[in-house]
Every structure is written in C-alpha cells, then in structure tokens.
C-alpha cells in the first residue's frame, strides 16, 4: 500500500541526475537572494524620499558656519580635542587670547565643531564673537578645584550662599564690550548635578557660580544656544547695557536643581530677551538689582527691560519674577505675549522691608496661565537678608503696575497682592483679565493693602480694595477699604 503510493506520486525529478537537483535548486536561492534584495532596494528607496528619513545618507550634512567676524579660527585650531575627556581649558585660553588682539581689525570669532568640548572656566574678551555649531557641546568640569574663586559681588556684600568668595561662571567676562555668543543652537551645558548634590548635602564652602556671567560690560548679543543644567543661576549679565537674548533655550530639571534661574538681568539697563523657551528649577527670568544695604549703596538700577514672545515653566517658583533683590530699584519693565505653564505661580513681585529701592513703572500684556497655582504674585514679605546690618526702616515702594490681557486656564488663586502697612501697593490696574478657575471657592482674587483700579468686566470678580471703572475708563465705583485684607496662603 505505501509503495503503490510512492511509485504514484513520485515527483518527476526524482528521475533526474543529482547535479540537475543541485543546479535547479541554487538557482531557486539565487531568485529569492535578488528577490529580497530588490524588494529592499524599493522599499529604501521609498523611505529615502519621505521627509525626515535618510535610509541610503551618510547623515545630515553640516551646516557651513558663517563668518561673523573679519577673522574666525576653529579651537581645534589651538589644540582643542571633542572627545568628551580632554581637558579643552588652555585650548579656550590660546582661541581668546588670540581674539584679544584683533579689535583694531573688528575682533574674531571662534567656532566650536560638533563634539564634546571638556573645559574648567574660562573668560572671553571684547570684540569676540562664541559660535557653537550643530552637535558643539561645551561641558563645564565636574570639580570644583577647577573652578576660580571671585570676589563677592558689590551689591550682594557676599556670596549669596556663603560668607566671602564664591565661585565664578563657567563662561565669563568683565568689563567688556561687543560680545557675541551664537551659534546652530550647540549647547553649553554645566553639569550642575554634582554641585545640586553637594549644595543639598551642605559640603560646599562657597556659593556655586552661575553658567554664563557677564559683568560691567556693554553690547552683547545671545542667541541661537541652548544653555543647560546650570550649577547656580544660568545666564547672569551684571551691571550691563545694551543686551539681547534672543531664541535661546534654557533647561534644567523642574526639581532637585535648586536656583537654576534661567535668566537673572542684575542692575542692568537696556535689555531685550525674546523668543526664549525656559524650563528651570526656579525663576525662569528674575529682574534683579542688589541685596538690602549692599544693593542700596551700590545703587545700580534695572531698567528698560523688555520680555516678549516667551515660553517659561517653573514648578517649584516664578515664571517671571521681579526681585527679591531689588535695592537698586527696578523701573520701566515690560513683559508681553508670555506663557507660563505647569509652574507654581505665574508672574511675581517679591520685596520685604530691609531692601529700600523701588519697583515702578512695570507692564504686563498679553499673558497666558496653563494649570498655574497662583497666577499674578506681589509678596512684601520675603525675609531674606544677607546679614544682621541690613536696615528695617528701609522699605520699598511699588506703584504703577499694569496687568492688561491676562487669560488663562486651570489656575488656583488668579491675583494675590499681599501689600502691607509698611509697604503699600499703589496705583494698581487690572484691564482684560479673564482666568479660568480650579477652585470654586472664595477668596480667590486676594488683596492686602493694595489702592488701584479696575477698568472694565474681569473675571474672576476683583477684591473690594480696587476703584471700578467703566470701558470707557469713566468712574463706577470708589472702593471704601484700601486697607482691608483678604489674603489666605492655605489655597
């Protein structure tokens, strides 16, 4: 039975000689080898046209590095090696000190390939512009051996976290003029978790340093970079005029790294900062001038400063805040089309008695609060002072501060404005506010000590310390207690 089976269904080229089997079945591998190579080939091919997707590329191609300055040098020029692990120091110091002795011919301008570029701190020179192309990374050194000693600053009296020195900036500069740091958005990037880490564990002698710290200089331009994971605050220009940063990036994690401000302008006057996305674990902008008496003697304001068109994010702070070290005065400031999101307050004024100075002449416009927890801060009680000699009897003034254009979702206490006797907050106005609630209950627009007005319909409805105006900015109604508190920091 199995035989007459076998002998009936016998394939035919069983008949044939073995070399015939062999050949008949290496051409059936070679046909389904270029099948499948073909097939490939088509596919590739097919995914090499969709944007975004370079199957047969050798990778992007470089962007060229434009000539900025009437003379450029690379670092590798001066030894420079991005590996990761070289130590690029003495490379940054030769590229500077070479720059240095360009300004008669319009200065120079170093640029810094993709790769990883070690270094310890290092100072630029005037005339000199930064450029950090695609794929650069400037890595700060992890030990703090590496990094220089500076005296305190004058407005502070001292480190802000010690007493004496502190440390100074990865990057940094005094007393110049014409600075430039750009690039294709390369990255200066800190390492701050072991000083995050040290500074929790109180094993640090001195105050951390910041990122970026330029000092008594003027006409600097910032722009194009991502700055990121500072060891103190990010990007510090002290005492300067004439300053833009514009589309910069600043990261740091949302929590455990403390102080990382994004962007602290101190005591400094004629400043735009636009087009910026900011996500720290502070501030994200922090308008400053100087620490109680230190600051009042030194007596440098800021002024003239303009925020638009930024994106900002602090969980554990501010999006945009203004002080606490503000006894230099801080005057004539302007945010617009700002958004705040997931942060615990949304744009802030924080003083206390012992500062002196003043906060004057500030504008908010065109302000958006997603899922933020306090929306509209002025708090005049921050008591943190450098020393025991700072002066009580100094207190600040803040008046004429406008909110107009102010809208958001999913915020807890839209305005608290916790003036006091001491420090009464005068001739507030509120124009367009209109702020979705994640609390129903009262006292959600909170006020203390506060005299201003209300122009218009506002959502939610105003505390009863504020005059009521009409659209046409006719007078409503008076309000008949100034005084009266209503401020409750457990909502």
Known sequence: MVEIFSSRWRLPFQHHPRWLMGLLTTHRTLVLVLWIVGFALVFGWQLSSMDGVSFFRRGPVARPIPRL??????????????????????????????ISKLG?????????????????????????????????????????????????????????EHKGPRYGSLIHGQNLKDIVITGHNGTINGQGQMWWTKYKKRILNYTRGPLVQLMWSKDIVI?????????????????CKNVTISHVTILAPV??????????????????????????????????SGWDQYGIAYGRPSANITLRNLTVQSVVSAGIS???????????????????????RGIRI????????????????????????????????????PDEGFDPAAVPIIKNITYSGIHGQGVRVPVRIDGSEEIPV?????????????YKKKHIFQCSFVEGRVIGSIFPAPCENLDLYDEQGRLVKLSSSQNSTDIDYDI
């Open 69 to 98: 300055r009437p003379v450029a040098y690379n670092l590798t020029d001066f030894g420079g090696v991005g590996d990761g692990k070289t130590l690029n120091t003495e490379a940054f110091e030769r590229a500077v000190e070479a």
């Open 104 to 160: 008669a011919r319009g200065g120079g301008q170093l640029n810094v390939p993709p790769g990883f570029w070690l270094t310890a701190p290092f100072n630029l020179t005037s005339h000199m512009t930064l450029f950090l192309a695609e794929g650069a990374v400037i890595l700060g050194i992890e030990d703090e051996s590496y990094w220089q000693l500076m005296p305190p600053l004058p407005s502070y009296g001292y480190g802000r």
């Open 223 to 239: 722009s194009n970079i991502t700055l990121r994971d500072s060891p103190f605050w990010t990007l510090h220009p002290y005492d």
């Open 255 to 288: 929590s455990g790294a403390p102080n990382t401000d994004g962007i602290d302008p101190d005591s400094c006057e004629d400043v735009l900062i636009e087009n910026c996305y900011i996500c720290v674990g502070d501030d994200a902008v922090a308008i400053k």
């Open 322 to 344: 203004i002080g606490s070290e503000m006894s230099g005065g801080v005057s004539n400031i302007t945010v617009e089309n700002l958004i705040v999101w997931e942060s615990r």
């Open 350 to 385: 924080k003083t206390a008695p012992g500062r002196g100075g003043y906060v004057r002449n500030i504008f908010y416009r065109n302000v958006t609060l997603d899922n933020v927890r306090v929306g509209i801060v002025i708090k005049t009680d921050y008591n943190e002072h």
């Open 426 to 438: 005068k001739d507030i106005s509120f124009r367009d506010i209109s702020i979705g609630l994640s």
